[in-house]
């Protein structure tokens, strides 16, 4: 049991002791992340497999036993894999915002323009709806390539259409046709674009709870199982079959929820 509390201790002491390195963002030299928001701390996955590795050799020093050791690599795997699962759910989340502001910055555009505002001028008021956009506007000041800019721009997660504002920008300024014109079209496009995802994540909503659900079902039976004057737990944490038939399910429930998150980002790419 000592073995254990150490082992704890010091994966805990690794983690506390870890240094955070900020997040910078995809903003054309806004100083701003994905969303147009300030850089925030983010953990490096390097010091959760330290941690467990630590807790694991602690554990083994100290007396802990084997079972102590595997206990802190399943637990590692389990932080790790959860982590994972969180930050593609975030960056989901961010990218769905970004959408929002492109569809708000386009629609800004096409409307400054159209009232006879000058590109500078639309460029302005784009950038207080998303400040990533002050990127475009520094290029437009000091005469580079505007349409580049906003290709950058375009490489941010959920950004994408963006690439159609450098097309029509590029075109206008060869060709000199319409930019609100053009603008306004695009913004439709988001717009209709962006009310497709909408649909198709409403209809991907019972898919993924129904897959959550699924995860969560040996829990139940864990507990089922409790009832009956078994003991699944101990026979899954005290010998080496449970331990490899907690890891091996631990395995298929993460490998089956980032199966179906794959699936239904497969599916809004092919609708949209």
């Not at 983690?15 to 910078?24: I, T």
């Not at 701003?32 to 941690?51: E, H, I, N, T, W």
């Not at 159209?114 to 500078?120: L, M």
């Amino acid at each position: 049991m000592s073995g254990l509390v150490a082992g704890a201790a010091a994966g805990a002491a690794v983690l506390l002791l870890a240094p955070s390195r900020p997040r910078l963002g995809g903003g054309v030299g806004s100083g701003m992340d994905g969303a147009g928001g300030a850089s925030q701390p983010r953990r490096r996955a390097g010091p959760l497999v330290v941690a467990g590795a630590g807790a694991g050799v602690t554990a083994l020093v100290l007396g802990g036993g084997g079972i102590v050791a595997v206990w802190a690599a399943l637990g590692t795997a389990v932080l790790l894999a959860g982590r994972a699962l969180l930050a593609r759910r975030a960056s989901a989340r961010a990218a769905a915002g970004t959408r929002e502001r492109v569809v708000a910055v386009c629609e800004v555009l096409a409307s400054e323009l159209r009232s006879g505002r000058p590109p500078a001028s639309a460029l302005d008021a784009a950038a207080q709806e998303w400040p990533a956009v002050g990127g475009v506007r520094r290029a437009e000041r000091l005469g580079a390539d505007v349409p580049t800019a906003w290709r950058a721009l375009a490489r941010v997660p959920g950004a994408d259409d963006l690439r159609l504002v450098a097309a029509a920008w590029q075109v206008s300024a060869r060709t000199g046709a319409g930019l609100a014109e053009a603008l306004a079209r695009v913004a439709a496009l988001a717009r209709s674009t962006q009310a497709t995802r909408r649909v198709v994540a409403s209809e991907l909503a019972s898919a993924r709870a129904t897959a959550r659900l699924m995860a969560g079902l040996p829990v139940v039976a864990l507990l089922m199982g409790g009832t009956t004057g078994g003991d699944p737990v101990r026979f899954l944490t005290a010998t080496p079959v449970g331990l490899g038939c907690l890891a091996g399910g631990l395995a298929a429930g993460f490998l089956g929820l980032w199966w179906i998150e794959a699936i239904a980002d497969d599916v809004t790419r092919s609708a949209t």
